[in-house]
Structures are given as C-alpha cells and as structure tokens.
C-alpha cells in the first residue's frame, strides 16, 4: 500500500483551490528536478532523486558482507559521525527496530552513535563501555574533515589499536567518506581499512540510502534490500508531474501556502515513540534545506501523547505560528490488550478487551480536532507499518517533498552555508592554525 495524504483537518485553512493554483510553481520545481535540470540552482546534488534504483550494486553486496562481520565479530559498533552523517542511520533503526534498540537487540551489535557532539562525558562513557567488549567502529563524514566526528574517531582507533594492534584493529574499521579527497580518505588510503563512499551527487542530508546510512542500518539486522525497495516504489510513483495525482507535491503546496499565510513552524508529529528520530532526521532535511536568504519553515517536532503534556498547552492556545505534520501508522509494531481487572480501583475496565493501539489512534483524532478548532492546520501522512519498506517509501517521500518545496520557497535546498559560520568561529577560538586573527577579534567581543 501506497503512503497516503489526508487532507480532511486542512478544511479552513487551505482550499483545493488554492492548491490547484499552485501548480505552475510546482510543475517549475518538478522541472528543476527533471528536464530543467540545468538551470536549477543545486543542480549537481540530484543523485538522491534516482538513487533507489541507481545505486552501486557491488558496494551494496559489500555493504552486507560487512555488516555481517561486524554481527559476527562485534558485540558493539560505534558509528562516528554527524549531521547528514549520523541522522538518517539512528533514525532507520530505532523507527524499524526499537527506540531501547540497545536494550532489545539480541543477535546483532549494540549500537552507539558519537562524533554528534562535542561532549568529553559522552565519548568517555562509551570508551568505558567498548573496553569490555568487542567492538567495530563505521566512521562516516563526507568531507572527511568535520570536527566532531574527527575528534571521536581519534579516540575510538586509539582504542581499538589498544585493545587488537593495528592491523587486527584496521579490520574493525570501516570508513565512509568521500570516493577521492579529504583527511579521512587520505587516512583509510594509508591503514587500508575498507572503505565506501558518499556519492559526489548526494549531499549528507539526503544520503541515508546510500553507505552512510545503510551499513549501520544493516549492522542492526535491517533488512536494507525491503527499505530500498520502498525508496524505488516511492520514486516512481512520485516521479508523476501532476499534482493532483501526486500526494508528495500536494504535500510541498500545502506547506508553502501555509508558510505563505502566515505560519512559520512546521510541527512534526507522531504517536509512536519510536519514530522520536525520524523526526530529528526531518528537522535537519528541511531546516538545512529551506532556513535561508531569511526565508522558510522552521521545523519542531513533539512526540504525542507524551508532548501532549508539555508543549500541548501550546499549540493549543499559543500564538497562532504552526502547523502540524503528522505520520499516522494505520498498525502498531505490537498491540496490547487490556484486561478485565475484577477491582476495577482503576475505573478503566470499560476498555477491557480494547488494544491500546484503539486508545491511541482515539488520541490522535481528539488531538487533530481540538488543534484545529485551536487554529492548528493538520497534515496528515497515513503509512501503514513501521518496517522497512514503509521506511524507505517515507524517506523518498519527504526528500522529494524537501527538495520540491525548496525550490518552491525560492532557495537552493542542497547547500547549507549556513553552518559554516558557527565552524570558523570555533576554529579560532579552539587556536586552529590559519584563524589567528578571526581569534582575536572574538576574544576581544567575549571579553
Ligand atoms: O547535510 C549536510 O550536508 C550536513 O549536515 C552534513 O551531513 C554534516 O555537516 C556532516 O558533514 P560531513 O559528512 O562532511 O562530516
């Protein structure tokens, strides 16, 4: 089954009209994507677009026979890295697997995820941990030069070559990085540690399809031949130009025309805890993608019932700035059943029999209708199951949507300048060479 777009808590806030009269700008950003490709602004970065049937099949096999190592000879992995580098991965296995994954997994590696800040406590808790235990590391970056993944890397192959020697150790490292340049490209060249690539075409925010996420989405035991398969069926169908019959592009409309009416915060919503970094990886798809030259949605996210009870309140009767995005699984991974309690001190025994997945599906209904009576526009994503070909089709889905709305908004959706600002500042404050007098003149202004 197909995912599909439910428009039914859209009725007063966006018309089909004003949808339909959005469709040049759409067929113009479909045309960026396709027969304009040329005059688009991030041509170059388009390689997501095809990438479900397009991608290198003999890395995919080594993808898997690596994978197999490391549940072999592993009883944890760390995977460095982060941004587009780490999200997507987290998000693929906690959304198929577990959010307690470390918890639950049984046959496969725990898996700890670094380099995504810059905490000594974090690094230092989890060095602790791989002491006692076998471990592998997959150390992702596409430039090879980012800092936090560097720093933990350093760390986590000091550690292996400690505990294996080098050459035992170098086998327990994989490098994801760029096919040709960079200081990790340059490192794994020279300790011949295995190696897979970022494709030129595909910026870090949309490559969780490609090695950065798969292999350790595979590692975790995900099976990455469903979660393509999803990404291809949603490619195809949502290559149709037409946007009435396309529910991704209706989707990019019906954000912008509310961006244009006023709303500046796309809320990402679900009701399942698991899918709590699905979420992250959306706010880092369409927050690098369209929060430029001034412009754009900003992205939250909340966890409902949970969120309920904190930024419920909110949404309900705050100012008047969002609108919600939700992902409604049709099914549960699992169901419980409520007994029957002969006390009943609870009152609850009028759900007996009830499974709590009726209790929750009643919980998003309440929440969309008073939210909207509240003045909070709902856009509704219905998926059937959290597995992994519905996975697949709802990452296709969204980065088709990101890049479309992106060129709907006016901005390049596959650059993110932004986010060098805050690295020069930090390069010169932590005394890297060539910044001396950036440094300077911060520490003037910090005082
Ligand atoms: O989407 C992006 O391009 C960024 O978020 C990057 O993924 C992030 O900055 C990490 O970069 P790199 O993979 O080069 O270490």
């Not at 808590?9 to 004003?18: A, D, K, P, R, T």
């Not at 327990?172 to 295995?194: F, H, M, N, P, S």
């Not at 805890?273 to 430029?292: A, H, I, R």
């Not at 969120?307 to 919600?324: A, I, K, P, T």
């Amino acid at each position: 089954m197909a995912l599909r777009l439910n428009c039914k808590y859209l009725e007063g806030f966006v018309s089909e009209n004003e949808v339909k009269e959005l469709a040049p700008e759409i067929a113009a950003a479909h045309g960026f994507l396709y027969e304009n490709r040329e005059q688009a602004v991030g041509n170059g970065y388009h390689g997501w677009l095809t990438l479900p049937e397009d991608y290198d099949k003999t890395e995919f096999g080594r993808i898997k026979a690596a994978a197999r190592k490391v549940i072999s000879d592993s009883q944890a992995l760390v995977v460095i890295g982060i941004g587009g580098s780490y999200l997507g991965a987290r998000a693929a296995i906690e959304f198929v697997k577990s959010k307690n994954y470390n918890l639950t997994a049984k046959d496969t590696p725990k898996i700890f995820f670094l380099g995504n800040s810059l905490s000594p406590t974090e690094i230092t808790e989890i060095a602790d941990y791989c002491r006692g235990c076998d471990f592998s590391v997959n150390v992702i970056s596409k430039s090879g030069t980012t800092t936090e993944p560097a720093v933990a890397f350093r760390v986590f192959r000091k550690l292996l070559e400690e505990k294996y020697g080098k050459a035992e150790a170098a086998k327990r490292i994989y490098v994801t990085t760029d096919k040709a340049k960079g200081t990790l490209k340059a490192l794994a060249d020279r300790e011949g540690y295995e190696e897979f690539v970022v494709p030129d075409n595909v910026g870090g925010r949309y490559s969780v399809l490609t090695a950065v996420g798969l292999l350790p989405i595979a590692c975790a035991g995900v099976d990455i031949d469903a979660l393509m398969a999803g990404a291809a069926d949603a490619m195809r169908q949502y290559a149709v130009p037409s946007l009435e019959e396309n529910d991704c592009y209706k989707y990019a409309a019906i954000r912008n025309i509310l961006y244009r009416k006023g709303k500046s915060i796309e809320l990402a919503v679900c009701y399942e805890p698991d899918y709590t970094m699905m979420n992250e990886w959306f706010k880092q798809l369409f927050g690098e993608s369209e929060g430029k030259d001034g412009k754009g949605l900003f992205p939250a996210s909340v966890i409902y019932s949970t969120d309920l009870h904190s930024l419920g309140q909110y949404v309900q009767e705050g100012r008047r700035l969002m609108f919600e995005t939700v992902v409604d699984f049709r099914t549960p991974k699992r169901d419980l059943i409520i007994e029957e309690d002969p006390d009943n001190a609870d009152g609850l025994n009028f759900l007996t029999g009830r499974g709590m997945a009726f209790i929750n599906k009643r919980a998003f209904e309440g929440t969309a209708l008073a939210h909207t009576d509240g003045g909070v526009p709902n856009i509704v994503i219905e998926a059937d199951a959290m597995d992994e070909y519905d996975l697949g089709r709802l990452i296709y889905f969204f980065e088709k949507a990101c890049a479309i709305s992106g060129y709907v908004l006016g901005v390049n959706p596959f650059n993110q300048p932004g986010v060098e600002s805050y690295k020069k500042n930090m390069f010169a404050l932590i005394g890297k060479p060539g910044y001396e007098e950036l440094a300077d003149e911060l520490k003037k202004r910090l005082g």
